[in-house]
T-cell receptor, first 112, second 111 residues
Framework: NAGVTQTPKFQVLKTGQSMTLQCAQDMNHNSMYWYRQDPGMGLRLIYYSASEGTTDKGEVPNGYNVSRLNKREFSLRLESAAPSQTSVYFC???????????FGPGTRLTVT | KQEVTQIPAALSVPEGENLVLNCSFTDSAIYNLQWFRQDPGKGLTSLLLIQSSQREQTSGRLNASLDKSSGRSTLYIAASQPGDSATYLCAVINTGNQFYFGTGTSLTVIP
């Protein structure tokens, strides 16, 4: 099992460009999450999907959109990237909300 | 809002020493608590999950304890090794299924 996979691993964008971060899990988990990690701020929840067909905002959703494509895949879209979105983005999944979480390797995004 | 604190922010110990990492939280109405390890430039690896009804959980050289009434969890690492060097994060899951992460303790084990 690959667990949680994320693509791309690294990305550099110019201000105003758009991109989609991809996440997939092969553990048949119902719930999936997107976090960002910034120095001194810890991990902050952007959006989550408690189950297929549902999505909800987390702590820092502004500037992002998500799509739960199917049970396996959960994508994060930046419509118009800003330097404040420079961060490391992690996708995670769990069997149900509040259960043990498993994380992907992360995407390092720089917006210039 | 739940606040999770991990002290110290950094810790350096010689190889072979037993050590304790601390995690404290402000709201004792929690559902679970999970400990993670993060290596530089990598994602988070789950170490242990303690349910609110449990007092401790063990995996190999790791032992995590939970005292809900005092708002504290500890991660005990026995006979530390250089390979244990990483950042250790705790996450508190409240009864609304929200995760609150601490900012971590960076551990260095010196050979």
């Amino acid at each position: 099992n690959a667990g949680v996979t994320q693509t791309p691993k690294f990305q550099v964008l110019k201000t105003g460009q758009s991109m989609t971060l991809q996440c997939a899990q092969d553990m048949n988990h119902n719930s999936m999450y997107w976090y960002r990690q910034d120095p001194g701020m810890g991990l902050r929840l952007i959006y989550y999907s408690a189950s297929e067909g549902t999505t909800d905002k987390g702590e820092v959703p502004n500037g992002y959109n998500v799509s739960r494509l199917n049970k396996r895949e959960f994508s994060l879209r930046l419509e118009s990237a800003a330097p404040s979105q420079t961060s490391v983005y992690f996708c995670a999944s769990s069997e149900a909300p509040g259960w043990e979480k498993y994380f992907g390797p992360g995407t390092r995004l720089t917006v210039t | 809002k739940q606040e999770v604190t991990q002290i110290p922010a950094a810790l350096s110990v010689p190889e072979g020493e037993n050590l304790v990492l601390n995690c404290s939280f402000t709201d004792s109405a929690i559902y679970n608590l999970q400990w993670f390890r993060q290596d530089p430039g990598k994602g988070l690896t789950s170490l242990l999950l303690i349910q609110s009804s449990q007092r401790e959980q063990t995996s190999g050289r790791l032992n995590a304890s939970l005292d809900k009434s005092s708002g504290r969890s500890t991660l005990y690492i026995a006979a530390s090794q250089p390979g244990d060097s990483a950042t250790y994060l705790c996450a508190v899951i409240n009864t609304g299924n929200q995760f609150y992460f601490g900012t971590g303790t960076s551990l260095t084990v010196i050979p």
